[in-house]
């Protein structure tokens, strides 16, 4: 059974660092893997989604990797501002006849001013 | 543009009663799906459907049922709520899961007591 593991569970940084967020996932055979980001009290908006034959995807300050070999992800965000503050999380969809995907429990970003 | 439509936003049952939970999108999705969310577990998928007249179970389908009339329409119906499905339930749509990002709604709260 797929498993997806996010690292840190939460983080706070003072604006314009640079920041890396884990995902590591133990099955390889995944057809993509998703990132999302959540406000509070709101749905899933999705950032970026890799894949399994891309190594990696960019969208403006953010650039999320793949690397399926070991099974783990990133999601690089550039020059970090307060309006970054959300939950992140990353979702591997695994290959096969299912379409049911795995979630992260998410790390949860603030960024103080 | 709509987007994804959940309602209601908030409710609260009482152990035993039924109810359903509303979801529509107006982006011509084939693929719904319905998800659970709650503390330290993540997203879990409950039901999910690739086209109209198709409906498959997800990881957590126990308690729950839903039909696929129409491409626009996705209702996840509560049969007999127990405190157990205490939750927020997030509906999302996608051209395709593999291949295409999955949009979500805000979300239903729900309460059992």
């Known amino acids: 059974k797929q498993e997806v593991t996010q690292i840190p569970a939460a983080l706070s940084v003072p604006e314009g660092e640079n920041l890396v967020l884990n995902c590591s996932f133990t099955?390889?055979?995944?057809?993509?893997l998703q990132w999302f980001r959540q406000d509070p009290g709101k749905g899933l908006t999705s950032l970026l989604l890799?894949?399994?034959?891309?190594r990696e995807q960019t969208s403006g300050r953010l650039n999320a990797s793949l690397d399926k070999s070991s099974g783990r992800s990133t999601l690089y965000i550039a020059a970090s501002q307060p309006g970054d503050s959300a939950t992140y999380l990353c979702?591997?969809?695994?290959?096969?006849?299912?379409?049911?995907?795995?979630f992260g429990r998410g790390t949860s970003l603030i960024v103080h001013p | 543009n709509a987007g994804v439509t959940q309602t209601p936003k908030f409710q609260v049952l009482k152990t035993g009663q039924s109810m359903t939970l509303q979801c529509a999108q107006d982006?011509?999705?084939?693929?719904m799906s319905w998800y659970r969310q709650d503390p330290g577990m993540g997203l879990r998928l409950i039901h999910y459907?690739?086209?109209?007249?198709?409906?498959d179970q997800g990881e957590v389908p126990n308690g729950y049922n839903v039909s696929r009339s129409t491409t626009e329409d996705f209702p996840l119906r509560l049969l007999s709520a127990a405190p157990s499905q205490t939750s927020v339930y997030f509906c999302?749509?996608?051209?395709?899961?593999?291949?295409?990002?999955?949009?979500f709604g805000d979300g239903t709260r729900l309460s059992i007591l």
């Open positions: 979702a591997a969809y695994s290959s096969g006849g299912s379409y049911i995907p795995t």
């Open positions: 099955d390889s055979a995944i057809y993509n």
């Open positions: 982006m011509n999705h084939e693929y």
């Open positions: 999302a749509s996608s051209y395709s899961p593999r291949n295409q990002p999955q949009h």
């Open positions: 459907s690739v086209g109209a007249g198709i409906t």
């Open positions: 890799i894949q399994s034959s891309q």
